[in-house]
Structure formats: C-alpha cells, structure tokens
C-alpha cells in the first residue's frame, strides 16, 4: 500500500470492499479525535461568519434615513464579527492545549520538520502529485508534507496575526484600559496606525480565504484521485486507504 509510518496505527480496522468490479482491500486507521474534529467544523463556522461579517464591516451596506433603531444592521453584524471572532480564539487556544494531550497527530500542524531530508523529499512528491507529474501519492496517515506546511506557515500563522489585529482593533472600541487595549493596544503603533492595521486585518482575511478554498479544493481532489479519505477522516476520525 506504501503509507507513510509516522503516525500512530492504533484502532485499525481492515474490511473488503468493491471498487468498479475489483476486490480491494481497505485499511482503517484511527487519526484525528473527538476534540480535533469538533475544533475543526466549529472553526470552519466560525471562519465563515467572521469572513463574511467582516467584509460587511469593511464595505458597510448601504442605510436609509430614518429612526436609528429600524437600522440597526451593522451593529447586528459587527455583533456576530465579534462572537465568532472570540470562537475561533478561545477555539485556537483550546487547539494547542489539545496538542500536548493527544494523540501524535494533534500536534501535526504546530510543528513541520524543516531540519529533516526526508521531510523535504516527500515534500517534493507531493508537489509532484499537486503538479500532475505523478500518477499515485504516497500515502500518510496524518498530514501530508505539504498539507502540514500550508496549515502552520499559511493556516497558524495567518490566525495568530489576526487574532492580534483583531483584538487590537476591538480595544480601540473598548477604549484605554480594557484587557484587550492592555493586551493588545501595542499592535497599532507597530504596524503604523489604525488605519494600517484595518488593512493588513483585511488583507489577512483574504489570505486564509485562499486558504481555505485550495484546503477545500485539495481535500476533495485526494478523495477522488488520492483513493483515500480526507473529507469523511475530519467526520469519523478514521483514515482509509485502499490499494
């Protein structure tokens, strides 16, 4: 079958299934748990709300004259901002700790092996595989190289900026002396002004947008091509594979 060994193969299953008359053989492994998949479709919300509330807050709709109350949209929308905006931090932080307790592939997206030879090797095979050069990936029971690049120098790091930007545009909101100006009120004249910051936040929503489409793009492609599950793995928490 040629997968990668590098994760745990605890709670494996074998069953025997029918692909296009053929009798193949599938090998279940159990990869993400409970806590990693609630984390991931509370997160993939909560990253919806805040994208789409936050371009609304970005490019406010447009209002009609009249009593405030009966046009109280935006403040509606900034509400929700703010709500899944504290989900997906206390989500984030929740995710780290997860890291150090569970299973090895927790901690997967935290860390990529930059010193390791055979880290990049297989990265470069998957680049192949992305690339159409290649006619069968290997196989890996977590994250593939290039899947765990993408998600700590792309996924992490995007989140870590823009719970920082965001926090210190809400402290602006707060005024002087709230935990959120204490915490983070130094981000602003680091990065210029608030003007600038509103920007580079707008810019980092549009970064894990793009994220998120090739994640969705290349999960969806390894279910299809890849004769592995990726969509149904974040659902069950088991990795099948066949061939």
Known sequence: MGFSTSGDQ???????????GNVVAIKALYVYEAPVRIWHWINAAAIIVLAVTGYLVGSPISTSP??????????????????????FAIGMLLRIYWAFLGNRHAHEMFYVPIFSREYWKDFASMLRWYAFLSK????????????RFAMF?????????????????YGEGEQGGSWQDRLFGRVVPLLGEPQSVHTWHHLGMWAITAFVILHIYTAVREDIMGRQSVVSTMVSGYRTFKD
Do not use: Q
């Open 153 to 169: 120098f792309v996924f992490v790091l995007a989140s870590i900026f823009m719970m920082l930007t965001g926090f210190a545009l």
């Open 66 to 87: 009249g009593e405030a109350s009966a046009h109280f949209g935006m403040d509606y929308i900034r509400f929700l901002h703010f709500s899944a905006a504290y989900a």
């Open 10 to 20: 605890t709670n494996a299953k074998c069953r025997v299934g029918s692909d296009e």
């Open 136 to 147: 069968r990936p290997n196989r890996y029971i977590g994250h593939n190289p290039l899947a």
